[in-house]
């Protein structure tokens, strides 16, 4: 068929964004409804969904052109369907919701494929961004906590359960590390997230009476940290090079598992590129085993940030 | 064809084994010859390893129902078909041997598939032993060094390279961790192996005067501590339970990456198992993430040691 399209939903415990995309890229309509006025009903949220759906497929002019629906959510089950246990969004919180099935159903037999946010992140960047015809690349989204999309021999690692890529949990600081909203301690999500740099902030700060731009910021999040960074702000490059170097040494780890061609950085931390990417750079090659040092990319998403999450969710419409 | 046989080769420093094997994992002939004696000449040893392989088929019994070679090697690579700067290869030490290709004209042209020993392991247990039918596990060789080979969705994890798995050489103490063969410090290798618990007894011997039977032993490798341990020595006791925790620890960040039915033990120390076993279990449990928890198996090969190698490097030949 001509023209075919595919819809991405992304659902945040906020919102949920819906696109219509072509094969090149574009979105040719969006929309974005409510995620959390439907309280436990999850029948009342997909109705919605679904009409959604249904309007912006409209405004596209793409009726009878959609071969599938691509979805990334949080806890997202990519073989089951199912989103399960989800904190933030109240219909799935405690439970397992029919996510995948449900969708289908309301839009008439439509493919739904469903997953983490940082799988479908994988896929846009495979599909229409820097991680373009490569087969071998590990994303990893530095947003509110650290997710990872990994792509082994062209395909998502899901793992036995549908649940694989949580590099965000794996153990940075072993003794004393801090505690993590998993319940475990130590994880690279707690140092390298936004909010793991605006602890670091929080805690330097509060350790000695080293000057710094920071102590002028009423709200010390990571956007403080990046804008005093930029400033030249010698605290503040500190935080970065701290940061920069846990999660580079961790990229080393990583590495070691599945021998990537490249690493993809996304998301609000990964805007502070300029001071992460050298102690990241140097931090991965120190300890990388000497068979790749040299030889594996790191790069930084190009997707515009709005569109990013809804380019991914479709790009896994097109795999399946 | 009915009754087709592979022919399975796994090369050590010292000796080359062949075996051929049917369908059911019987290894129906095998020989053994040297790897050592050829010195940089690398001919010479196709040569003769392409003789013995005619000799043990021919005894199988087995001519012209034999479809694949597969090999087990240290530093080969499953993309290129070359060993590379394998130090304990003479021929192939410093430089890289087009062995897959030498050895598959030196056969008529038979299709010959290699890799390295531990990934050739977690072949082997896929089709012959304790992870049979298990599309994600992660293998993990406990000898000299540690080794793995790491299964998903059914294939073994290659990496852009040709190299992954290399989970040896991860970093699990990262501020004063012992050196290692590969150049960095703290890897995995150096507190799990064979080796790694050899030097444990050796550094908590010389810590102080605890007593223990291990000070009567001459040479103090791991079999002192296992023998000591199965005589109850709280020492050597205490030795595999540091090193069980520690590869625990390990195993619950392997989890996080590719989210595995089950992790596969294998090598001299797995034999061991008996006091590594609960460390293991117990430090894996508290470190997953909980979707994880009371879910993934720690298996221990079964496979005869003797047999072990040659299944695995046969389990190659099926599957290309």
Request: proline share 2%; charged share 20%.
């Amino acid at each position: 068929m001509e023209n075919v399209c595919v819809v991405g939903i992304d659902i945040g415990g906020q919102t949920s964004k819906i696109g219509v995309v072509d094969r090149n890229g574009e979105i040719l309509a969006r929309k974005v409804i409510r995620s959390d006025v439907y309280g436990s009903d999850f029948r009342a949220y997909v109705t919605s969904l679904s009409a959604a759906v249904d309007e912006v497929v409209g405004e596209a002019g793409a009726k009878g052109r959609v071969t599938g629906i691509g979805v990334g959510a949080p806890n997202a089950n990519h073989y089951t369907g199912q989103i399960c246990q989800a904190p933030n969004l109240e219909w799935a919180a405690g439970r397992c919701v029919d996510f995948a099935s449900m969708l289908s159903s309301a839009q008439g037999g439509l493919p739904v494929s469903i997953t983490n946010d940082a799988n479908a992140a994988a896929m846009g960047e495979r599909r229409y961004g820097v991680a373009a015809g490569m087969d071998d690349f590990i994303m990893i989204t530095l947003g509110t906590g650290v997710g990872s999309g990994i792509v082994i021999g062209g395909r998502l690692v899901y793992g036995h359960d549908g649940m694989a890529g949580e590099l965000g949990h794996v153990c940075v600081v072993r003794d004393g590390g801090r505690s993590c909203g998993c319940g475990k301690h130590g994880c690279l999500e707690t140092y390298c997230s936004a909010t793991g740099v605006a602890r670091t902030a929080r805690e330097w700060l509060a350790a000695d009476d080293t000057p710094s731009l920071l102590r002028n910021y009423d709200t010390l999040d990571s956007r403080a940290v990046y804008e005093a960074a930029k400033q030249g702000d010698p605290l503040a490059l500190r935080i970065f090079e701290y940061t920069g170097t846990i999660l580079g040494r961790a990229m080393a780890d990583f590495a070691a598992f599945s021998s990537p061609e490249a690493f993809v950085l996304f998301g609000g931390l990964a805007r502070a590129g300029e001071f992460l990417y050298e102690p990241v750079r140097t931090a991965m090659e120190d300890n990388l085993l000497p068979v790749w040092k040299g030889k594996i990319k790191i790069l930084f998403s190009k997707l515009k940030e709005s569109d990013a999450a809804i380019l991914g969710a479709s790009a896994l419409a097109w795999e399946d």
